[in-house]
């Protein structure tokens, strides 16, 4: 029974991991999910001077999706709202060469918890799949803390690595 137990956030992370990889990258997320999607893109500094940022909503103006880009158009960063609910925060340092697959990646996953009610969990994943933080039955007040926390840190890791592939480091020797 143990044994069963510790396969099942390996189990989850695949899920999650599979369920932020199959939306296509930076395009209108599945019609299933809504019919009449709205795409707006803005300049945005979060990952550089030159960065995008494209938002999808819906038709009720609700955000269902939105996409970081930085002045290459890599993309750096992808939120989605899964159609069960769950928060998706997907974080890229690689290149953004090749297939979405193969690209160094961490992500925030957040879903509502069905009991008790008002309740949350909440997983930090590693670009190699490996859970970084579990968290259950967190309250509202204590998911926006630590996914405050969370984001921040994946986003500092993206940008950094970022600045190590576009030669800003100011470190002549510093590995790329």
Not at 80 to 105: D, H, I, M, V, Y
Not at 123 to 128: E, N, P, Y
Request: proline content about 5%.
């Amino acid at each position: 029974m143990t044994r069963a137990l510790k396969a099942w956030p390996i189990l989850l992370t695949a899920l999650f991991s599979l369920a932020l990889l199959s939306a296509p990258i930076a395009a209108q997320p599945a019609p299933k999910q809504d019919a009449e999607m709205t795409s707006v893109t803005i300049p945005d500094d979060t990952f550089g001077e030159g960065g995008t940022r494209q938002s999808f909503s819906n038709d009720q103006h609700e955000v269902r999706a939105e996409v970081w880009r930085d002045k290459l158009g890599i993309v750096r960063e992808q939120f989605e709202l899964s159609p069960g609910g769950a928060q998706l925060w997907g974080f890229f340092n690689g290149t953004g060469e090749g297939e979405p697959a193969t690209w160094r990646k961490s992500m925030i996953a957040v879903r509502a918890m069905d009991r008790p009610e008002g309740r949350f969990q909440m997983w930090v994943i590693a670009a190699d799949d490996s859970i970084i933080k579990e968290l259950h039955t967190l309250t509202r007040a204590e998911l926006d803390t630590e996914f405050e926390y969370w984001h921040a840190q994946l986003r500092l890791w993206v940008n950094t690595a970022r600045r190590r592939q576009m030669g800003e480091t100011g470190c002549a020797t510093c590995p790329l």
